[in-house]
């Protein structure tokens, strides 16, 4: 079992509709979770950044991890042809100096007007 | 105020060759990152630093080196570049994990060996 699962899609929707996005871990001992994305020919950028379990909402994006169930979402609500990227899922275990963020293979949105 | 900078952009390599990957970062981050990204993979930690002087390996190592003189500084080295290493290597800094800063990535160095 990989350490981090996530559904590579590739996920189209229309403009407008609401997108989740979720990945499963298997590491109990991960306690932050960042949800990334990616357009095409660039690096990373960070959307949401989580600590242990619950709800973050910024604008139209909600994260939420459910650590009973080691499963991290995020939604899009009112999706925009801009949101079309890939979104990779991250997370790592807390304090260290160790700087290992463990990615997910990416889900590659596409928003059509 | 750049934030994180790679270079080249591009770069073909023939088997044998080796060279350098730049990256420099103005942000003062202590922390900085090398990871490759393989087509429809996730991206995989190849080295990092926690400051000037200190290195340590991450997930995959081996056919790479780094260094770590300047703070601003971390440049990685492909000593005999073999096929398996053709993939985008990204270059990020951080203010550490257990803070609340994420960590900054640049767009990416696109390398294939031929």
């Not at chain 2, 390599?13 to 490759?36: A, E, F, P, V």
């Not at chain 2, 996730?42 to 190592?61: F, N, Q, R």
């Not at chain 2, 492909?78 to 550490?96: K, M």
Request: charged fraction near 15%; aromatic fraction near 12%.
């Amino acid at each position: 079992q990989k350490e981090v699962e996530q559904d590579p899609g590739p996920l189209s929707v229309p403009e407008g509709a609401i997108v989740s996005l979720n990945c499963t871990y298997s590491n109990s001992a991960f306690q932050y979770f960042m949800w990334y994305r990616q357009y095409s020919r660039k690096g990373p950028e960070l959307l949401m950044y989580t600590y242990s379990s619950g709800n973050k909402e910024d604008g139209r994006f909600t994260a939420q991890v459910d650590k009973s169930s080691k499963y991290i979402s995020l939604f899009i609500r009112d999706s925009q042809p801009s949101d079309s990227a890939t979104y990779l899922c991250a997370m790592s275990t807390m304090g260290g100096s160790q700087g290992n963020l463990i990615f997910g293979k990416g889900t590659k949105l596409s928003v059509k007007p | 105020n750049a934030g994180v900078t790679q270079t080249p952009k591009f770069r073909i390599l023939k088997i044998g060759q080796s060279m350098t990957l730049q990256c420099t970062q103005d942000m003062n981050h202590n922390y900085m990152y090398w990871y490759r990204q393989d087509p429809g993979m996730g991206l995989k930690l190849i080295y990092y630093s926690v400051g000037a002087g200190i290195t340590d390996k991450g997930e995959v190592p081996n056919g790479y080196n780094v260094s770590r003189s300047t703070t601003e500084d971390f440049p990685l080295r492909l000593e005999l570049a073999a096929p398996s290493q053709t993939s985008v290597y990204f270059c990020a800094g951080g203010s550490g994990i257990g803070s609340n800063q994420p960590q900054h990535f640049g767009d990416g160095t696109r390398l294939s060996i031929l």
